[in-house]
C-alpha cells in the first residue's frame, strides 16, 4: 500500500506547488509582495539492519514556501506618502485597532509595501490600518532626535497651521554713505520724519505674539562728528564704546584693543641722525648732525624716538654731532634716532572756577592744539586759543587748584594706530610709548538712529505707548529722542572693531530694547517688545544698501507641502517658509529575511529563525541611507518581484507533474484490481 502514499504525496505536494504559483500570479500587481516558491524534499524510509538494501522511496515531502526577497521594479507614484525602498530594509509597522491609544508596542510587523496615507487623526497608517514607526521629532520641530519610544514611535502629520510668534529679536545692517550730509548743531536742524532730516529709512516687518504683523520703520541720521579718546594703557588701548552698546562679556565696560597694536608716528621729525656709540653712557655720538631737509637744528630740549618709538627721553645739550641725556641711555647698534620738537613746561594761575581758561607763566613755544597735561597726567584737553598769556581750552582740565599749578603743553603728533588683525585707526597724541596713560584722540563719525512702529516713534515725548531702553540726547533738540546713536572710525561700527579670540564674535555690541503697545487687526492690543541690534552697520563711501534685515518672529503658517527625502525625513513645509520635522522613517533589517514569517495584507512578523528587535541577534533598526540599510524614494512604489512568464511556465510544469501522478496513482488502482479479479 506504501505505493498508494507515494502517489498520493505526489498529488498533494504539487497540488500546494500550484497554490503557491498561482497566489503568485494572483498578487503580481501587490505592491511589496515577494514571490513564493514551494520546495519539494524527498522521503526515504531505511531499515533496521544497517545491510539491508535501501527501501524504495516514500514519495515527496513539503518543506515550505521559500521567499527570496530580492528588489522589485520601483515605479512613479503621485502620493508624496508612498515610499519605495532602494536596497535592503523594510518598513516597522505597529498594529493598532482604528486608534494610536490602542497601539501594542510589542505588535511589530514589517512589509516592502509603502503605500502611505494619514488617518483622521492625522497618523502615518498604510491601507491596512497599520501604523508606520519611525525616530521622533524635537519639540519644537527644528531638528530629529535618536527617541523610537516617544508616542510608539509612531509618525504624525504637522498641524495644518502653525500660530505665529512674536519678534524678541531684529537684526538691521546698513552700509552708509560716508560722504552723506552731517545735520551739525550748528545747523540747528532737529529730526523731523515727515521733512528731509534724515540720510536714509529702512521698513521691516515684525510681529506680536497672535502673529499680526507691524511696520517698523528705522532712520539714520548722520551728525556732527566728536572725537574719540582712546587710552594708551598697560591692557592696551580702551575707549568707551557708543551710548547705545552693550557688552558680550560680563564685567566688560570699555573696548580694549590688541595691546600688541603699533603706533606708527607720521608727523616728520624735526631732525633725524644714526646712532654712532655711547649706548649706556648720558654722552651719545651720532654719525653726523641731525638734519632734516638739509636744515641743521638744534635738538637741544627736543623728545628723543629711537627706530619710530618714543624713548621717554630728552636732550639736555647738542653739539654738533654729540648729544647728551640724562640719566644713561641704552641704544641698540645702528638705531635710527628722531627728534621731536621739546614740551612746554610753565605754570598757570587759576582764572575761573571751571578751568577752561588758565594763565600761564609763559606762552613760549605754545601752540593751538597743544595738548594738556598736570601732574595727573593727560588732561584730555587741548589749546584752542592763545592771547598773550591767556590760554584757552577745550575742556575744564579739573585741576581745581588756586593759585599756581605746573602744566605742560605738547605738540601733538599724527600716528595710525595698528592692531594686529590689521585694524588702522588715524590718531593724535604727544607720544607712541606703549603704556603711557596718554589719551589718543581720533575723529568719529557720529549716527542717530531713529525708529517707529505702526508710525509711532519711540521716546517720542508726546506719546508714551512706545519706548526704548537708551536714554539719548539727540544733537539737536527738538520733540523726537533717537533710540540709538553710533560712531565710526574708518568705517567701522566701534562697538564691534575687538572680536573675541574664542567665539569671532564682537566683545560688544550696539541694541536697543524697544517696547510698545501695539493694535491688531481684530481691534484688541498687546504688548511688542524686542530687541533691536544694529551692531553690523558701517560707514563708507559709496551708496546706501541694506546688508542684513533679519526677526525671529513669524505669522500664522498654513501647511502647503510635506516632502520625504532619501534619508526617510519626513518635512511638513509652510507658506512662511518655515519647516518642521515630523520624524524619520525608521527601517529594519533582518540577516536571514528569508525567516520572516508572512501574516497577510502585506506584512512579516519575525521569527525564531530571523531573531527579534528584542534579542538583538541578526536585526538591525536604523536609518534609511545607513550601513546596510537602502536609500528611501519618496512619491515611489515597489513593485511586486512576480515573474509572470516564469511563473507560467512553472504552472504548465507542474501541471503535467501532477498529470504524471495521477498516472501513478491509476496504475497503482489498476493493480490492485488485476489481483482481486486473480483472487476471485
Do not use: W
Not at 498578487?27 to 514551494?38: C, L, R, S
Not at 520601483?74 to 508624496?80: D, E, F, G, K, V
Not at 545692517?173 to 523731523?192: E, H, I, Q, W
Request: a negative charge.
Amino acid at each position: 500500500m506504501s505505493n498508494i502514499a507515494t502517489a498520493l504525496s505526489g498529488l498533494q505536494n504539487v497540488s500546494l506547488a500550484i497554490d503557491t504559483v498561482s497566489n503568485n500570479i494572483a498578487n503580481a500587481n501587490t505592491v511589496g509582495y515577494k514571490t513564493g516558491e514551494y520546495v519539494f524534499a524527498t522521503q526515504f524510509l531505511n531499515g533496521s539492519n544497517s545491510s539491508d538494501q535501501p527501501a524504495t522511496g516514500q514519495g515527496s515531502q513539503s518543506l515550505g514556501v521559500r521567499r527570496p526577497m530580492t528588489q522589485g521594479a520601483i515605479t512613479n507614484s503621485a502620493n508624496p506618502l508612498d515610499l519605495a525602498i532602494s536596497g535592503k530594509g523594510m518598513f516597522r509597522l505597529l498594529q493598532g485597532s482604528g486608534s494610536a491609544e490602542s497601539v501594542d508596542p510589542a505588535s511589530v510587523y514589517y512589509s516592502r509595501n509603502g503605500q502611505f496615507g494619514v488617518d483622521k487623526n492625522g497618523y502615518i497608517v498604510n491601507e491596512n490600518g497599520m501604523f508606520l514607526t519611525g525616530f521622533q521629532p524635537s519639540l519644537d520641530g527644528s531638528q530629529i532626535t535618536d527617541d523610537l519610544i516617544k508616542n510608539n514611535g509612531l509618525l504624525r502629520m504637522p498641524d495644518s497651521n502653525l500660530p505665529g510668534n512674536a519678534t524678541s529679536k531684529s537684526t538691521l545692517s546698513a552700509m552708509l554713505d560716508s560722504t552723506g550730509t552731517a545735520f551739525t548743531s550748528t545747523t540747528n536742524v532737529a529730526f523731523d520724519p515727515t521733512q528731509s532730516t534724515y540720510n536714509n529709512k529702512t521698513t521691516q516687518t515684525v510681529f506680536d505674539s497672535q502673529g499680526n504683523s507691524h511696520t517698523l520703520e528705522v532712520y539714520y541720521r548722520r551728525v556732527t562728528d566728536e572725537t574719540l579718546s582712546i587710552t594708551s594703557g598697560s591692557t592696551g588701548y580702551t575707549y568707551r564704546p557708543s551710548d547705545a552698546a552693550s557688552a558680550n562679556t560680563g564685567g566688560t565696560a570699555l573696548v580694549t584693543l590688541n595691546k600688541d597694536s603699533v603706533l606708527r608716528v607720521n608727523t616728520a621729525p624735526a631732525a633725524s641722525a644714526l646712532y654712532s656709540s655711547g649706548s649706556g653712557t648720558t654722552t651719545i655720538t651720532l654719525n653726523a648732525t641731525p638734519s632734516n631737509a638739509g636744515a641743521t637744528p638744534s635738538v637741544a630740549g627736543m623728545k628723543i624716538f629711537v627706530n619710530g618709538v618714543d624713548s621717554g627721553f630728552t636732550v639736555a645739550t647738542h653739539t654738533t654731532t654729540a648729544i647728551t641725556t640724562s640719566p644713561a641711555m641704552t641704544i641698540p647698534t645702528g638705531a635710527q634716532l628722531t627728534f621731536y620738537d621739546k614740551d612746554n613746561a610753565t605754570t598757570f594761575a587759576q582764572s575761573d572756577g571751571t578751568l577752561k581758561t588758565i594763565v600761564v607763566a609763559s606762552a613760549t613755544g605754545v601752540a593751538v592744539g597743544d595738548k594738556v597735561f598736570t601732574a595727573t597726567g593727560d588732561t584730555g584737553a587741548t589749546i584752542t586759543g592763545i592771547n598773550g598769556t591767556t590760554i584757552t581750552l577745550s575742556a575744564a582740565i579739573g585741576v581745581g587748584v588756586a593759585g599756581t599749578t605746573a602744566v605742560t603743553f605738547k605738540h601733538p603728533l599724527a600716528m595710525t594706530l595698528i592692531t594686529p588683525e590689521g585694524t588702522e585707526v588715524a590718531v593724535k597724541g604727544a607720544s607712541n610709548k606703549k603704556a603711557s596713560t596718554e589719551l589718543l584722540t581720533t575723529t568719529v563719525s557720529q549716527l542717530e538712529v531713529y525708529a517707529s512702529i505702526d508710525g509711532t516713534f519711540y521716546n517720542y515725548p508726546t506719546d508714551g505707548s512706545a519706548s526704548s531702553s537708551r536714554t539719548i540726547t539727540p544733537e539737536v533738540t527738538g520733540g523726537y529722542k533717537p533710540v540709538a546713536t553710533m560712531n565710526f572710525m574708518g568705517g567701522q561700527n566701534i562697538d564691534t572693531i575687538v572680536k573675541d579670540s574664542m567665539s569671532g564674535d564682537p566683545m560688544f555690541k550696539t541694541t536697543t530694547t524697544l517696547t510698545s503697545r501695539v493694535t491688531n487687526q481684530a481691534g484688541g492690543s498687546s504688548d511688542l517688545i524686542f530687541e533691536l541690534d544694529l551692531s553690523g552697520t558701517q560707514m563708507h563711501a559709496g551708496a546706501f544698501q541694506m546688508t542684513k534685515s533679519t526677526q525671529n518672529g513669524e505669522a500664522v503658517a498654513r501647511l502647503t507641502n510635506v516632502t520625504v527625502d532619501n534619508a526617510g525625513r519626513i518635512v511638513g513645509v509652510y507658506g512662511t517658509g518655515k519647516q518642521q520635522f515630523i520624524g524619520q522613517v525608521a527601517m529594519v533589517n533582518f540577516d536571514n529575511e528569508e525567516g520572516l514569517i508572512p501574516v497577510g495584507k502585506n506584512a512579516f512578523a519575525a521569527s525564531n529563525m530571523t531573531g527579534t528587535e528584542q534579542d538583538g541577534t541578526g536585526v538591525t533598526v536604523g536609518r534609511a541611507g545607513t550601513g546596510v540599510l537602502g536609500e528611501i524614494r519618496s512619491q515611489a512604489l515597489e513593485s511586486s518581484n512576480v515573474d509572470l512568464a516564469n511563473e507560467l511556465v512553472r504552472l504548465m510544469i507542474l501541471q503535467r507533474s501532477y498529470s504524471a501522478n495521477s498516472q501513478s496513482l491509476k496504475a497503482v488502482d489498476q493493480t490492485l484490481r488485476d489481483t482481486l479479479q486473480m483472487v476471485g
